[in-house]
Structures are given as C-alpha cells and as structure tokens.
C-alpha cells in the first residue's frame, strides 16, 4: 500500500477538498444524502478554509489521492465576521441563481433550519463570538481506521499550540459515535450540548450537537 502523507493545504488540492468534504460532511456520508447541490455546500463547508485561512488546513495524500483533511480556524470570531458578513450574502446570490431555493426539499431543511437561530445568535458566545479556534476533519471511507485522522489532528493541534489560541472545538453530531469515540481519545471533552434540528426526507431530526473542546 502507498505511504500517506501529512501536508499543508494547497490551492491545488482544493477541488478535491471541496469533494470529500462533501462526501463525508453527513456523519461520514454524502450531503446529499439531506443537501442536493453540491457547489452550493462545498462553499458553506469550505470556502472560509480554502480561501481565508488556508494556513490551518492540512490534508491526508496516498498515491496522489486527497484521503484526508482537517480544517482549522484559529480565530473563531473572524470566522463568524467573514461567514456573516462576506460569504452568506454571496452564497444565497449564488443558491438563488442555481434554483436551489426553489427547490421544495431545500424550503422544508430551511424552515428547520431556522429552528437552530439559537445556535447561531445566543449560544454563539462560547463558539463564534470567542477568539477561540475550531476545527472540522474528514476521512475517506475507505482510509478509516487507519490512523490518518489522529495524525491530521496532531499536525493541526502543533499549528494551534503556535497560534496563541487556548482551545479548540469541534461539534459532532451526538448520534456520530465513530467521531465521539475518536475525539475523546485524543483528549477532548464535551463543553456544551446544543438541541438541533435537520429535515431529512420531510422529517425533522432532533440531536444535540455537542462541542467537543480541548485545551491548546
Ligand atoms: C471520525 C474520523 C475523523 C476518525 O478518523 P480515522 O482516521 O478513521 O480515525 P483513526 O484511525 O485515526 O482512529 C483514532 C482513534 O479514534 C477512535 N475511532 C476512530 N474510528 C472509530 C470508530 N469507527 N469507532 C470507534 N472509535 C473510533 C479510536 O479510539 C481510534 O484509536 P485506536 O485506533 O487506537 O482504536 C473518521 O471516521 C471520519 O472521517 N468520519 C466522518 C466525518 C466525521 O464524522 N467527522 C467528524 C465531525 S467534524
């Protein structure tokens, strides 16, 4: 089998990025599997890593193939400033000029959506409000389990430790037990839980969304 290689992000690796995040972004499952465009979601899910702070971002390569990525913010409030007031605006301009809204499955995962304000403009003290940092990671299917997600994370905690941050958080879906398993064995702890809500087929799903945090 090929070695697996550690690295910073580079623009070249961006489509394929984009394209595991994607792949992976529903608990290790595709987004579509709630989510129907994919443009669309690879720019809320990585467009503030890839273009704003690509410094924090490192990723898994075998043979040529992206297996791999760990996206970090080292500074939570800019993201929030950033997402806020730079991306959001032109992702809905874009969503709008590719039908997405008009999309009846997209308006039921929006109206529960909507349910989640509290996640975003109350709760977001202890996350997007704080200068703290946060962190999303991915892995192949096929390359889990093999240790390359420990070695992501430890490359990423060594750029944090240098950053002046003093915490770094990820939130994990609760029924997620694969990534609740594997973030408390590298020593984060659960700091808060957060009822959500996702429509999936027409259904609204209620979960906590936990935010798992550990101390840099
Ligand atoms: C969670 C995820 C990142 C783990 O990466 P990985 O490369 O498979 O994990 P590793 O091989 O480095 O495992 C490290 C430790 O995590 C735990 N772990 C990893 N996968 C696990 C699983 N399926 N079940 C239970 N524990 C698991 C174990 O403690 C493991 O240590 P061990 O090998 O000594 O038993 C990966 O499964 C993934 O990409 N999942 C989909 C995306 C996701 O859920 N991301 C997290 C939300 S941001």
Known sequence: MNKINIRPYKAEDRAALRTLCCDVSDRGGPIENFFPDREVA???????????EPESTFVALCGGRLVGYTNGCMDNRRYGLVM???????????????GVFF??????????????????????KSSFHSHQGHLHIGIAADFRGQQVGRNLLKTLLGHAAGSGITGLAAS????????RTFFEAQGFTVRERYPMVLV?????????????VKTI
């Open 103 to 124: 999309r009846p499955e997209v308006r039921r995962l929006l109206g529960g959506m909507l349910k989640n304000w509290r996640r975003i403009f109350v709760w977001r």
């Open 200 to 212: 999936r087929d027409g259904k609204e799903e209620h979960y906590h969304s936990l935010l798992y």
């Open 172 to 179: 994990v879906h609760d029924a997620n037990q694969s990534a």
């Open 42 to 52: 690879a720019d809320l899910l990585t467009k503030y890593y890839t273009d704003y």
């Open 84 to 98: 806020f007031w730079l991306l959001t605006p032109a992702l809905v301009v874009k969503a709008f000029k590719r």
